[in-house]
């Protein structure tokens, strides 16, 4: 430590505690005392604006930074910071970009993958899947995942259902639930998803027994009647009756007659219709 041997003003540079310069100046020393703590007689100017020095009391120098006081930081949500040292630094966890303008009350921002995004404040509203399928917000920061909306989906019209097409509801055919069967082959096929219009050579009606597709309804063939309906009821009482006609079946002669009859005219009764009836003229078993 030096004293001074007179009474005089010097020329100083101020610091603070930590050693960082703070002004030039005077400072009035008597004589026999030495500098206050808080002055340095090699003095200090920064080589340029924004630049500060600090003076290490060990080499006796003072060595020159960046002067970080007043540079502005914020956290990834968009709280605001300011360093208040000159050799602060930002941490990992922030960020030095300004944050967008933003409505506080209905907007919230977070920077993420270099960059700030804002968000609207949709905590508790809905939003639908491209099905009509209803959900609720329930995170901050929330993007509408993809085939999603938060416009609500209109009601649709009958006969047609609402989906969700780039982003806008759109209505279209809705045949789901419905049945319909092959007019050539009469298999069953059913539309699974919205907007889907059945096949050609589909039809909604429902086939009935024995019948062929006229191009507008199911209409009865009177050859597979016979071949299907008329022939094996047919035989069916004919061969309920066989053991009539057994050599050795116990019978009276006009009654096994009566028989022959009755299983002529099973015999002969396709051949006498001439059209599909709705009830068949059997003829009357012998008692």
């Known amino acids: 430590m030096d004293f001074f041997s007179e009474t005089q003003m010097v020329a100083v540079s101020f610091i603070d505690q930590d050693g960082w310069w703070i002004r030039n100046g005077e400072v009035h020393v008597s004589k026999g005392t030495s500098l206050p703590p808080e002055c340095i007689a090699t003095i200090y100017t920064p080589s340029a604006q924004g630049m500060i020095g600090r003076f290490n009391n060990e080499a006796g120098t003072w060595v020159e930074r960046k002067d970080n006081r007043g540079t502005p930081f914020w956290s990834i949500y968009g709280d605001q910071f300011v360093i208040d040292t000159p050799d602060g630094e930002v941490g990992i966890d922030f960020v030095t970009v300004e944050p967008p303008e933003y409505d506080h009350e209905k907007q919230e921002i977070l920077f993420e ?10 905590i508790s509203q809905k939003y639908w899947d491209a099905d009509q399928n209803e959900y609720l917000v329930s995170a901050r920061y929330w993007e509408c995942p993809a085939n999603h909306t938060v416009n609500e989906p209109p009601t649709a019209e009958s006969g047609f259902g609402i989906k969700l097409i780039n982003g806008e509801w759109v209505a279209l055919v809705d045949h789901r639930n419905k049945i319909f069967w092959d007019t050539e082959t009469m298999e069953v096929h059913t539309v699974s998803e919205l907007g889907v219009e059945p096949e050609p050579g589909w039809t909604e009606k429902e086939p009935i027994a024995n019948s062929k597709w006229d191009g507008n309804d199911w209409i009865i063939e009177f050859d597979l009647w016979l071949d299907n309906v008329v022939r094996p009821e047919r035989d069916r009482r004919l ?20 028989w022959e009859d009755y299983r002529s005219q099973l015999r002969d009764l396709p051949a006498t219709l001439k059209a599909v009836v709705e009830f068949i003229p059997w003829p009357t078993e012998p008692f």
């Open 113 to 122: 993958n270099g960059a700030w995004k804002i968000f609207e404040i949709r």
């Open 239 to 258: 061969a309920a009756c066989d053991y009539v006609m057994m050599p050795d079946y116990p019978i009276e002669l006009t009654k096994r007659t009566e």
